[in-house]
């Protein structure tokens, strides 16, 4: 575009250029795409499908693209915008030139009514039953945690009126895009009774109202995340149809749909707007391919709202786009308001020196000249000396950057290198002290008469032999029975006839070994003890350095105190259960072929996988609470650098996520659980049966389809087992959280009707009130049983299931880490084996590798505005 003659005054920038802000932690919003789902389940196939042939049907239809969201671009457009007076609309500078976004934009975008409000156009229906039967209080819109618990009993509703919900739903999410409490209006809401008035008001001017003013009043500088209303996906569809190359690229455009909304399936590729301007650049004649704005019908440029209000700039930038003389420099020079110059009055000049006054002032007037080009010189001057200086320093930067990581790497590795080449040292030490002490021997000795130097049997072994002590088994080191009368040939380089001279025979005894394993009475010749124990000390010295590398393991409880202990390796630091000789596998319980040890080292790929999604997430600021940075550091930051006491406590998300990436372990063939007839709780499951509780009463009390679908597992519907309880399941495992601060554990055995609770705090709560708190379990399980299994597989009871406390079980001190015992609780319970390894001394350990692990399993959550009030 070429330059304008005429200088004109346009919108300055928002932040000037170079100062727009990175995304400190995360971009939060409420529209999410998941809460769809819930409403398709709810409202049934028929209400779905009455709900995208409506007015805001396109909202549906987005959701079933399963778009992929990218925040980085949304967060660029927000973060470079021009600042302007009208308050329906948002410029974005992409390099230099600037895109629009209005209510002429946004009808393009989605297609939706954006007609003027009309004062006459009023819904006069009375809402009082509907609301009612809804639960809803007449006085006010509903919200959207309302509307789902309508959803989960709606399904036996009439079309209608599962169509009303349905519409009430998409209002919540998409229009408004507002947070699950809040309420829809309720002039606005009254119209799902009125389908036609429905139908002919103007709701895509009240979505993209929505979505402007929450544009407008969100600060994008702030230190902590910033949370967006309206359907913010608007504005990544804007960019992929206003940047043609970025659309191309990165859009991944769907053929043949009918609006632009539906047009993108979207990508999260990972790229830097500054190689993508300079490549447009490239290939487009030194500028980025563009649509600034689009123009109605008529030939109108600008919408027309009653509340708006004029902006002189925004119609200078307007004019100059449409006439291709916009000033591509403007924003670089002018990030300020220019300053204003007041002219000075001349003073009065006496008329009999009018003539010298005039040589005086063309004087003046040459002389005020050369000044001001002197000043601009030296200012340009100025200028230019920090232009250098600055490029010096950041040369001689970039020249110490090799050697300063280089030294820094090498002061890391120093130290590991001369511990390295001790223990090298000591090992060269040891094996030489080892072959100058048998050629001694071999000197000696007729040792090399015994048959045993020859053969390729072992002639030591390690046997096992069973203790009295709780019926462990313990090893010892044994030698194979030496045969009297074999022979073996003479073995080395230089062989020495025995005729030819005579050899001084004396009778050795081979050591016998004792059948305990005790270390100093193992061996009965003093030389060789002297030599096994020297040996014992050196291989305990170097196992003493490895362990600094690695934390120790404390010796079982009920193993009997031997001088000597096993020691594992450091790879088996925590033992394996498949192939670790110390078992920890739950006496009666018999382990799945794939089990796997819920305490060994976490797999480096899902570690690596996680740090790039938190290392990404930092630099392409895209972040958002579906796929939250902020998730997965509560869990892995180590607690001296928990900003607050409770900020690595877990919440109602995280027990969601782990009961998640159990049930798809689950689903393996072959499961790696000990058994298949147990059942992972969804935490909005137990959140559900626990406010159900409070207006619980056995007498009346019927299960609704929710409860009927958790019982024959079809439900939630990302849960499916299709296991009905007692037919196809046994336990039940359930994360509940108590007394307003912690998470226990508990094991709902529905066979022998107990519930055995696990707590890493047995101090919070006394043994009274964990009953207290677990009845929600203790008397609601029992009805659905009885409304839901034939008298002829149970007896119909409402007698509650006892609770019990297990007072033997790893504990958290100091606490803080409750959340995390309770999840390897249940995983623990899941396999099959013990706890041991679940200590505080591993807990950062094992928080890292739980965060890992669920990362691998679920991804990014989902779900997080499901629980309006997340405990912690």
Not at 23 to 35: A, D, E, I
Not at 44 to 64: R, T
Not at 139 to 151: F, R, W
Not at 298 to 309: K, N, S
Request: aromatic share 10%; net charge neutral; charged share 30%.
């Amino acid at each position: 575009m070429d330059s304008s003659s005429s200088k004109r005054n346009y919108p300055r920038l928002l932040y000037k250029k170079g100062k727009a802000p990175s995304q400190q932690k995360s971009m939060s919003y409420y529209s999410y795409l998941s809460n769809f789902q819930m409403v398709e389940v709810g409202v049934g196939l028929d209400g779905w499908d009455a709900v995208k042939k409506s007015a805001i049907g396109v909202f549906p239809k987005f959701y079933e693209l399963k778009f992929t969201w990218c925040a980085k671009v949304v967060h660029h457009l927000l973060t470079h915008q021009i600042r302007v007076k009208k308050n329906y609309e948002i410029w974005s500078l992409i390099d230099w030139q600037p895109i629009r976004l209005s209510l002429i934009e946004f009808g393009t975008i989605t297609g939706m009514n954006c007609e003027p409000f009309r004062e006459d156009d009023v819904c006069d229906v009375d809402h009082t039953e509907f609301w009612k039967e809804m639960g809803v209080s007449p006085a006010v819109g509903p919200n959207l945690v309302q509307l789902q618990l309508v959803l989960e009993r709606c399904k036996n509703w009439s079309l209608k009126k599962r169509t009303m919900v349905g519409l009430l739903c998409v209002l919540h999410l998409a229009v408004y895009g507002i947070a699950p409490t809040r309420h829809i209006p309720l002039e606005c809401a009254k119209r799902v009774l009125d389908y036609e008035a429905f139908q002919r008001y103007p709701w895509g001017r009240v979505a993209c109202q929505s979505l402007i003013y929450s544009v407008k009043c969100d600060d994008f500088s702030a230190k902590e995340s910033y949370t967006m209303g309206g359907f913010i996906f608007i504005l990544q569809i804007w960019a992929y149809e206003s940047v043609m190359g970025l659309g191309e690229l990165y859009g991944n455009k769907i053929s043949g749909a009918e609006l632009p909304l539906l047009s993108w399936s979207g990508s999260r590729t990972r790229f830097k707007f500054e190689d993508f301007f300079r490549q447009e650049k490239e290939h487009h004649k030194d500028k980025v391919r563009v649509r600034n704005f689009i123009t109605q019908t008529d030939g109108e440029l600008t919408p027309q709202w009653d509340d708006d209000v004029d902006d002189d700039d925004v119609k200078n930038l307007v004019h100059d786009i449409s006439h291709n003389c916009i000033d591509r420099g403007f924003w670089d020079v002018n990030e300020e308001p220019p300053a204003i110059t007041r002219k000075k009055r001349p003073k009065s000049v006496p008329e009999t020196d009018v003539d010298s006054s005039k040589k005086k002032k063309a004087t003046d007037t040459k002389t005020v000249g050369v000044e001001e080009d002197c000043e601009v010189l030296k200012k340009e001057e100025t200028q230019m000396n920090q232009l250098s200086a600055l490029m010096k320093a950041l040369t001689g930067k970039l020249d110490n950057m090799d050697t300063s990581i280089e030294a820094k790497i090498g002061v890391l590795l120093a130290p590991i290198n001369e511990k390295l080449a001790t223990m090298e040292k000591d090992l060269e030490k040891l094996k030489e002290k080892n072959v100058a002490d048998d050629r001694k021997e071999d000197a000696n000795s007729n040792v090399n008469e015994s048959a045993e130097v020859n053969s390729k049997e072992m002639s030591w072994m390690v046997e096992i032999n069973s203790m009295s002590h709780d019926g462990l088994p313990a090893q010892r080191v044994v030698k194979k029975a030496r045969k009297a009368s074999q022979k073996c040939e003479d073995i080395g380089v230089d062989k020495i006839k025995v005729s030819d001279r005579k050899v001084l025979k004396t009778k050795i005894q081979v050591p016998h070994l004792l059948d305990n394993a005790s270390g100093d009475e193992t061996l009965s010749d003093p030389v060789q003890r002297e030599k096994a124990r020297d040996l014992t000390d050196r291989l305990d010295a170097i196992a003493a350095f490895a362990r600094k590398m690695n934390k120790p393991t404390s010796p079982t409880p009920c193993s009997p105190p031997h001088k000597r202990q096993t020691k594992l390796a450091s790879s088996q630091l925590f033992p394996f259960v498949g192939n670790s000789t110390v078992k920890r596998i739950i006496t009666g319980v018999t382990p799945s072929v794939s089990a796997y040890d819920p305490f060994a080292d976490v797999d480096n790929d899902k570690v690596r996988n996680l740090l790039h999604f938190l290392l990404d997430d930092e630099k392409e600021s895209d972040r958002t609470c579906t796929n939250s940075t902020e998730f997965y550091k509560v869990i892995i930051t180590p607690r001296n650098q928990w900003s607050t006491f409770d900020y690595g406590w877990l919440t109602n998300m995280h027990m969601w996520s782990a009961m998640k990436m159990f049930y798809k372990r689950s689903l393996c063939d072959p499961s790696p659980y000990h058994s298949q007839r147990i059942v992972f709780l969804d935490q909005w499951v137990v959140t559900k049966i626990v406010n159900d509780f409070r207006e619980f009463n056995p007498k009346t009390w019927k299960p609704t389809d929710t409860y009927k679908g958790i019982f024959n597992g079809t439900y939630p519907a990302d849960r499916v087992t299709n296991k009905k309880w007692l037919h196809d399941i046994d336990h039940l495992y359930a994360c509940h959280f108590v007394n307003g601060n912690h998470w226990v554990a508990l094991d709902i055995d529905l066979v022998k009707e107990t519930i055995s609770v696990y707590d890493s705090i047995l101090t919070v709560i006394d043994e009274k009130e964990i009953r207290n708190v677990c009845r929600p379990f203790s008397k609601m399980i029992p009805s659905i049983l009885s409304a839901m299994v034939p008298a002829t597989v149970r007896k119909k009871s409402e007698k509650q299931f006892s609770v019990r406390r297990l007072k033997n079980v790893p504990q958290n001190d100091p606490p803080g880490d409750c959340g995390v015992y309770t999840i390897k609780y249940i995983e623990c319970l899941a396999i099959g084996c013990t706890f041991e390894g679940l200590r505080d001394e591993n807990i950062q350990e094992i928080r890292r590798k739980l965060a890992a692990e669920i990362y691998d399993a679920v991804g990014q959550p989902q779900i997080t505005h499901l629980f309006p009030e997340l405990p912690k």
